[in-house]
């Protein structure tokens, strides 16, 4: 069995059972980002699971970009009810995702910047929820966890708007609270800078690496402008970046 397929399974199995998993063996951990894509893609094989959307984000505004797909299954609109016992840890950041309005193909050619930009149909707040399949998270190694999803858990999608060009994308004001106290750090900005930026990659990343398409259903989220937050108990998670509709999530 190879180094992908045995973390593949064991991942998706810890997706299934919702139980992480105790030890990382040296030899099952990805030599490279690519070895990490393939796993990513081997657990969604494995576990049934079609793709709902994809994240994508990077530490800096001109530094490198990671993303992994958002499974169906892990994708909620706002208001939705999640047991807060299902995710470990549990970890919530606030976001934006967009939506295109027309599919990205496979094809032999790079698609240009102007192409993806232009195609952005909508926009959207977002909570994700930041889990872990792996028991010593955050001690883990990085291609471990960007095989893992990029520690993906969920994500709650608030109402869509129409997309604009004026947004202020690179430090919008935000609101974000949890059962009314405010959890937003005094500084919130998207590490990426403009977050838009990031789409190009994923798109080209989508279609030349993983060679699936990027289409008008899937939602696409764009990192963390608040960083994450670990809610001690049940309640209820409200986030608002300016002027966009209100994302909620309920813990229970």
């Known amino acids: 069995m190879s180094t992908s397929s045995s973390l593949s399974q064991r991942l998706a199995q810890a997706w299934t059972d919702r139980v992480p998993l105790d030890n990382l063996p040296p030899e099952q951990i990805p030599v490279d980002s690519n070895a990490a894509y393939a796993v990513q893609r081997a657990i969604l094989a494995q576990h049934g699971s079609r793709v709902g959307g994809w994240k994508v984000g990077a530490k ?6 990671q993303g992994a797909p958002l499974p169906l299954t892990a994708c909620h609109p706002t208001g939705a009810r999640l047991p807060q016992h299902d995710y470990a840890p549990l970890g919530i950041e606030l976001e934006i995702a967009f939506r295109f309005g027309r599919p990205f193909s496979p094809r032999e050619s790079l698609y240009s910047d102007e192409e993806v930009l232009d195609s ?3 926009m959207s707040a977002a909570i994700e929820i930041v889990a872990s399949r792996y028991a010593q998270w955050p001690e883990v190694d990085k291609l471990a966890q960007l095989a893992d999803f990029q520690n993906h858990g969920a994500l709650i999608v608030g109402e869509a708007v129409p997309y604009s060009r004026n947004y202020p994308f690179a430090a919008p004001e935000v609101r974000f609270t949890f059962d009314s106290a ?16 990031l789409l190009p990659w994923l798109v080209n990343h989508c279609t030349q690496h993983h060679r699936i398409a990027v289409t008008p259903d899937m939602i696409v989220t764009t990192g963390s402008y608040t960083g994450m937050v670990f809610p001690k108990s049940a309640g209820v998670a409200h986030g608002e970046l300016d002027g966009l509709p209100a994302v909620e999530l309920e813990l229970v």
Do not use: C, K, W, Y
């Not at 800096?60 to 970009?65: E, F, L, R, S, V």
């Not at 405010?182 to 930026?197: K, Q, V, Y």
């Open 120 to 122: 952005i149909v909508s």
């Open 60 to 65: 800096t505004p001109t530094g490198p970009i």
């Open 182 to 197: 405010s959890i937003a750090p005094a500084e919130t900005l998207n590490p990426a800078g403009d977050p838009r930026r």
